[in-house]
């Protein structure tokens, strides 16, 4: 699903994300560039089912070679706790103690 119906108004002030610039919805990804401009995407606009073991680059940040580049994680404790699914929040306290082993 490329975007999605929303049955009830959207917030004009709501954050879009992603490639097809919608507001946040169903499981989403963030690029682990940390300059990347869009910075989380939409499982389905990105042709993903599951999470991805390991790190993730959005395909514009891999074609700019950013995926090579970027050592430094950083850290979105807050925005990913807001979207991080019940299976995720070990990963969300990990990232907060700050045992990154990046």
Same mark, same amino acid.
């Given at each position: 699903m490329r975007g999605a119906d929303f049955d009830m108004p959207v917030d004009p002030n709501e954050p879009t994300y992603c490639e097809c610039k919608q507001i946040s919805y169903g499981e989403m990804i963030a690029c682990d560039n940390v300059n990347c401009p869009?910075? %989380?995407f939409h499982f389905s606009c990105v042709n993903l089912t599951s999470?991805?073991?390991?790190? %993730?680059?959005?395909k514009r940040c891999v074609a700019a070679g950013q995926n090579k580049l970027n050592k430094k994680k950083k850290h979105r404790v807050g925005i990913i706790e807001k979207y991080a699914s019940a299976s995720d929040k070990s990963e969300v306290e990990h990232i907060r103690s700050g045992s990154d082993s990046d």
């Amino acid at each position: 699903m490329r975007g999605a119906d929303f049955d009830m108004p959207v917030d004009p002030n709501e954050p879009t994300y992603c490639e097809c610039k919608q507001i946040s919805y169903g499981e989403m990804i963030a690029c682990d560039n940390v300059n990347c401009p869009v910075e %989380w995407f939409h499982f389905s606009c990105v042709n993903l089912t599951s999470k991805p073991k390991g790190k %993730w680059y959005c395909k514009r940040c891999v074609a700019a070679g950013q995926n090579k580049l970027n050592k430094k994680k950083k850290h979105r404790v807050g925005i990913i706790e807001k979207y991080a699914s019940a299976s995720d929040k070990s990963e969300v306290e990990h990232i907060r103690s700050g045992s990154d082993s990046d």
